[in-house]
Nanobody
Framework: QVHLVESGGGLVQTGGSLNLSCAAS????????VGWFRQAPGKGREVVAA????????YYGDFVHGRFTISRDNDKNTLSLQMDSLNPEDTAVYYC???????????????????WGKGIQVTVSS
């Protein structure tokens, strides 16, 4: 089992920045890749970014356009998402997720992820 806890969400104005963090515990050695997803009201869950746990493979959702940066710290078992140039369309609940299938190929579908945090609210005001 892998336990994930998100932090760092909140309210920010358009053009502002937030840094989300995710702390992983439990069977961390079983993780092969981690990612951030989001779900806005009335919409499906979509991938924001993903990163392999053991190499430099990175994937970003099409809407990111260079505004977000995903990173991880294997020593601290943490995952981060630096979000800049936020706009109201970024308002959503953001989820940290981890996958344990033995691959470093990053997939956008949430079905590839085995463990999920409870989510954290990010609200961008206009």
């Amino acid at each position: 089992q892998v336990h994930l806890v998100e932090s760092g969400g909140g309210l920010v104005q358009t053009g502002g920045s937030l840094n989300l963090s995710c702390a992983a515990s439990g069977s961390v050695n079983s993780i092969y890749y981690v990612g951030w997803f989001r779900q806005a009201p009335g919409k499906g869950r979509e991938v924001v970014a993903a990163i392999a746990w053991i190499n430099k493979n990175v994937y970003y959702g099409d809407f990111v356009h260079g505004r977000f940066t995903i990173s991880r710290d294997n020593d601290k078992n943490t995952l981060s998402l630096q979000m800049d140039s936020l706009n109201p369309e970024d308002t959503a609940v953001y989820y940290c997720a981890a996958g344990i299938r033995p691959t470093t190929t990053l997939y956008s579908g949430d079905e590839w992820y085995d463990y999920w945090g409870k989510g954290i609210q990010v609200t961008v005001s206009s």
